[in-house]
């Protein structure tokens, strides 16, 4: 059999799975925030007509995948299996939204890594031969995510500016073995990297290390440099975070700037939206995925992409317990040209 | 390329993965149990030297993942990939286990059915070429769980019949591409079934239709009857659950006494042990696994098993906004015979 695994932590598929459709659902603030033309469905108010928030997460996520079902023209029952996980405890949203779906399921774990981690899988899973479609999914609610981690919302807390916005949205991707769209060509899988960061108010920092590691990996597996992606582009590391990759880059001798980019930091308009150091969550990747960025490939402002989702694998009871916060960082590659790469 | 998918919900290997060692620790309760002498490490006490339960659970899954590595030969740097999760919010067991391991990361949550989904998952990636050495690994912890799920220990709560004990331990397998050992032939990956059970204190009958809808896929997909087995088990069902599947069968004409046995019943002695209606948590069906099961397999008293994890996917924040208890089951076909199936 062919040796898909480059060595170390990358893989690269025989078959590059096909992006055929993709599809998302914000909140209002997203939807006031500089990428808003891009959403397929911005929600009227944050409970998308539910009476709790978490049911709210969980109705996002249906209308994500519906729309990225619809714009691969396919049907529900065409799905060989959904991929999909998110913030809330036991990952409720997702266990709930599949509930419905009649698909065989993996409920997946990576903290805001999800949208990589669901993509990486799914892609594995279609390239190994065991299916046609596949769902990748994720989500994340401002309201649900701050009362499960935070303070409920009435508190009114104040955070630091290190402190991050989780972002109200959800993302739905289907790949396809066969079709037309941008293609996943590789994938890296992280490995868990903790720095001894235990401010959870300072996700970005706690993140860094691990986003720098992943990339590093997936340079050594795969030969390229920065220069050969039109866009790398980090999860949630929020405009600190960004920084501190950009930093350990450079004292490596290796310069970033010229092609990195951050979703926390391209979601929300940092002068006017609040959000201090930027957006975070699982849905924040995954809506500047499904919104902004495979839209854009598919509109030729972009032919190859780096896509790596960061997670924080921490919890309110690790960090109570004194414990630092563990960072991991799954990347995917994608690209609109043909052939895939060498 | 080969059609690996059966068709329905089952995948059958080309190259069935080799389950070259496996491992686990377990706790007090679960050392004095009918399978006692089947068990890797019994804890002194359930602290296993940490001063948390939930460091506790971190340990057990170390323990569990070095008797694995050891039993298979292998070091932690020989292995592609680690897929695992647990039932602590934010998987945080995991976590705080892979960490130190250096191993890129899949991280699941699929409730009590995790080892069956990182099994599922790991004969997948590694059938699919994506590797050559694969650990999947989960974990549970009695005084983690109760705290979390249910109330302090020190409440000392009363329950009713119908609930379950969860089991402290840790399974972990070590999967590889060639080697010596039991085989994983066919893996059928469940859906999300709720028949709106909402006793957060009936976890049998929350997940037993998952099972029955499981194991009808199976053996439609696959063609085998019931009887191709020598053991059917599921992983945490208890005397409720297991009765409830049995009953669904019977009034479809399948007699499913012969070979088919719960974890959650072959753990505790329900006589003396006081489980109510037995084990329960990703634990349960782990360390059944990886202490009797395997071990039976190694010994010849099986050739052919087919390993059901079933977990419920609710939560408590959803059980107090009236939800229903979804349930789900993935089936995991080992056999010791050469050549695997047709």
Known sequence: MEQKKLGGQTVRFASPPVILGFGCAVGQKEGQGPLAKHFDHIGQDDTFGENSWEKAETAMQKKALAIALEKAGLETSQLDYLLAGDLLNQCMATAYSVRSQDVPFFGLYGACSTMAESLSLGAMLLDGGYGTHIAAMTSSHFCSAERQYRN???YGGQKPPTAQWTATGSGAVILGREGYGPRITHVTTGKVIDKGITDANNMGAAMAPAAYHTLQAHFQDTG???GYYDLIVTGDLGSLGKEIVTDLFRRNGIDMTKVYEDCGCLLFDPKTQDVHAGGSGCGCSAVVLTGYLLRGMTHNKWKNI????????????AVMQKESIPGICHAVAITTQKGGTP
């Open 306 to 317: 780096l896509f790596c989702g960061t997670g924080a694998l921490h919890s309110p009871t």
């Open 152 to 154: 409920p919302l009435e």
């Open 224 to 226: 390229r440099t920065p």
